[in-house]
Each structure stands twice: as structure tokens, then as C-alpha cells.
């Protein structure tokens, strides 16, 4: 089954900075990988979507990126605020068709004023 | 327009009891998935409809599990027989259709408790 791998330490960065976030995959390669953002008692939001056959795509201050040969995504906040501060989790399809999502646990990020 | 709503928001229950937790998705969206969190953990996929189809139960940990989606929209989660480890955030998502390249919508989730 696949098995996806998101840094467990929470990621601390200073504001303006930018933060990266990893999010790594065994086995195959999904048709499409999602991010999405979660706050504290709230359900997750969508944030991008990127397919297998795109290396990058961006919307405002985020960036995905998704490289097939390592098995890795990685998610880029630029110019980061405090109010980025949240849970980020990743989330894989196997197929464009009917497919589940499977997420990853998530990795914290604070943003220190 | 209104979003995905759960109901209850918190559920303190005791071991042993049957619980039930409500889904109201977006109108207008044919696909709706329940999911299970706990603490520092992942979303767990539980199960889910896809309009007049057969769900895909495939998630639901054990038979005390079940769930309905009555008029393809509202859905109700039922936990029979309660225990300690069933308590977790119950997190209710749909999506347009089928294919999974939608976004999925949450839900704020119900907190179960299990005491």
C-alpha cells in the first residue's frame, strides 16, 4: 500500500522567509498530489493540486512541486506571515478516475513575527 | 453559500453506547467521504458514496461501523458498541463527483469521546 512521509518536527522560520515543506511517497507513483492547510479544531482546506505530469505549480505566494523520480513533493510558502502558521498535510490519488485520497500526517509550521 | 456541516461538534459518550454523527454536505455535490483523525495522526479514509453507487466501505475499521447517505445527500456515521479507541476527530468531506481530482470540502468535524 502506499506509504507517505511528511516531516514529523514541527518547522519554525522567521517571517519573510520562506518555508519548504517535504512530503515523500513509497511505492507507485500517484496520478495527482493535493496540499491542503489545517488550523487547530478545524477540518482541512485546499490549497493545490498538482498532476503527475507537471513539475511545478504555483498560486500567489505558493509553489508545489512534484518529482516522479525521487517520489517527492515539496510545498514552498515565499515571503511567509504568522498567519501562515497551520498544519500542512499532502495527500495522494493513485488514479484520475474514482480514487480515494490518502493524506500523510502533516508537518506544523509556525511563522515567528 | 454554506459550507459542509457536522453535528454534533463534540460527543461525550460512554463505553458501550451507540453513537451517531450527521453529515450535511454542499448541495449539489454527488461525492461525500468520512475520515477519522487522531491525536498526531493522519486522516484515516472510512468510507465512501459516490450518488446512487455502492459505497466503498473499504475504510470502516471494524463492523461496528456504518454509515447511510439517505437522498443522496445527508449522511449519518453510526459507531455501535462503543470503546476508548474509537475517540478521535470524525471529519465529514465532499467534492463535485467522482473523480478524485476535485478538492474535497470539510466539514469542522465531530469530536468524539469515549469515556
Known amino acids: 500500500s502506499q506509504k507517505i512521509e511528511q516531516n514529523s518536527e514541527a518547522l519554525n522560520i522567521q517571517e519573510g522567509k520562506t518555508a519548504t515543506l517535504t512530503c515523500n511517497y513509497t511505492?507507485?507513483?500517484?496520478?495527482?498530489l493535493q496540499w491542503y492547510r489545517q488550523d487547530p479544531g478545524r477540518g482541512p482546506v485546499f490549497l493545490l493540486l498538482?498532476?503527475?505530469?507537471?513539475k511545478e505549480k504555483r498560486k500567489e505566494r505558493l509553489k508545489v512541486t512534484f518529482d516522479t523520480t525521487l517520489k517527492q513533493s515539496l510545498f514552498h510558502i515565499t515571503a511567509s506571515q504568522p498567519a501562515d502558521s497551520a498544519t500542512y498535510l499532502c495527500?495522494?490519488?493513485?488514479?484520475?478516475?474514482?480514487?480515494?485520497?490518502?493524506f500523510g500526517k502533516g508537518t506544523m509550521l509556525l511563522v515567528s513575527p | 453559500g454554506a459550507g459542509v456541516s457536522q453535528s454534533p461538534s463534540n460527543k461525550v459518550t460512554e463505553k458501550g453506547k451507540d453513537v451517531e454523527l450527521r453529515c450535511d454536505p454542499i448541495?449539489?455535490?454527488?461525492?461525500l467521504y468520512w475520515y477519522r483523525q487522531s491525536l498526531g495522526q493522519g486522516l484515516e479514509f472510512l468510507i465512501y458514496?459516490?450518488?446512487?453507487?455502492?459505497?466503498?466501505k473499504s475504510g470502516l475499521p471494524s463492523d461496528r461501523f456504518s454509515a447511510e447517505r439517505t437522498g443522496g445527500s445527508v449522511s449519518t456515521l453510526t459507531i455501535q458498541r462503543t470503546q476508548q479507541e474509537d475517540s478521535a476527530v470524525y471529519l465529514c468531506?465532499?467534492?463535485?463527483?467522482?473523480?478524485?481530482?476535485?478538492?474535497?470540502?470539510f466539514g469542522p468535524g465531530t469530536r468524539l469521546t469515549v469515556l
Open positions: 448541495s449539489g455535490h454527488t461525492a
Open positions: 511505492n507507485y507513483s500517484p496520478a495527482y
Open positions: 458514496f459516490q450518488g446512487n453507487s455502492a459505497p466503498d
Open positions: 495527500a495522494l490519488a493513485m488514479n484520475s478516475g474514482y480514487s480515494t485520497l490518502t
Open positions: 468531506a465532499s467534492s463535485r463527483t467522482q473523480t478524485g481530482i476535485h478538492e474535497q470540502f
Open positions: 498538482i498532476r503527475e505530469n507537471e
